[in-house]
């Protein structure tokens, strides 16, 4: 009998995650979502083949961490203490992002739950580049756009999602030439991740029958 996995809650998760930073700016939704991402990482652990030790220390270890980041970046370090828990969620992301694909990849059978974790992490992909963005506004002067727009966490958020998906309405611009090599790595990035693993999972996925498991990977057990 194969492991299951369930992405559902995940995808929820992250959705929750986007809206609080594109509808909500207070001081207290960057450690929100912060939170946020760290529950995202300890949902995935869950569908990792993990020692019971090893999975335990790997929580612990992702709790302490974000805790620190969370209270450097609001009482003690200024820009540079965001920059620095921009730096960690990106991080994380980058971790979840990962072990999501490889575990995709992996399976036998193409599945709902597969499909879940697909776009959880097409979701975490613009997140990710978002924490990245925040980390060079902050660690570099607060200067990210052209015409010295905000780089508040919703602009930057919006300016990820729209580089990712290439759509490149044009409002927002990064200025320095870092931001913009990131910006066209998250696009190239965008598009290899649809043109590949979307398509092929969209494509493989065949759904349960009433009679039979075949290509459903959903089979009682």
Do not use: C
């Not at 409002?171 to 398509?199: K, P, W």
Request: proline share 2%; hydrophobic share 55%; no cysteine.
């Amino acid at each position: 009998m194969t492991l299951q996995r369930r992405y559902g809650l995940l995808l929820v998760l992250l959705i929750i995650s986007y809206l609080l930073s594109a509808f909500f700016q207070s001081g207290w939704t960057g450690d929100l979502q912060l939170v946020l991402f760290t529950l995202a990482g300890l949902l995935e652990i869950r569908n990792l083949r993990l020692r019971r030790r090893t999975a335990r220390f790997v929580i612990a270890a992702g709790f302490v961490v974000s805790l620190l980041m969370i209270i450097v970046a609001d009482h003690l370090g200024g820009d540079a203490g965001r920059g620095a828990a921009a730096v960690w969620k990106a991080v994380l992301l980058l971790l979840i992002v990962v072990s999501i694909v490889r575990q995709v990849l992996l399976a036998r059978h193409v599945t709902v739950q597969n499909i879940y974790g697909a776009i959880s992490a097409y979701l975490i992909i613009g997140l990710m580049f978002s924490a990245f963005y925040a980390a060079i506004y902050y660690l570099h002067g607060r200067e990210f756009f052209f015409g010295h727009q905000p780089g508040n966490p919703a602009n930057l958020q919006y300016f990820s999602f729209t580089t990712l998906t290439t759509l490149g309405y044009g409002d927002f611009t990064a200025a320095s030439n870092g931001g913009r090599a990131v910006a066209m790595l998250e696009a190239m990035t965008g598009q290899i991740f649809l043109a590949t693993l979307v398509a092929k999972l969209v494509s493989s996925f065949r759904p349960a029958t009433p009679g039979g498991s075949a290509g459903s990977g959903t089979a009682a057990g």
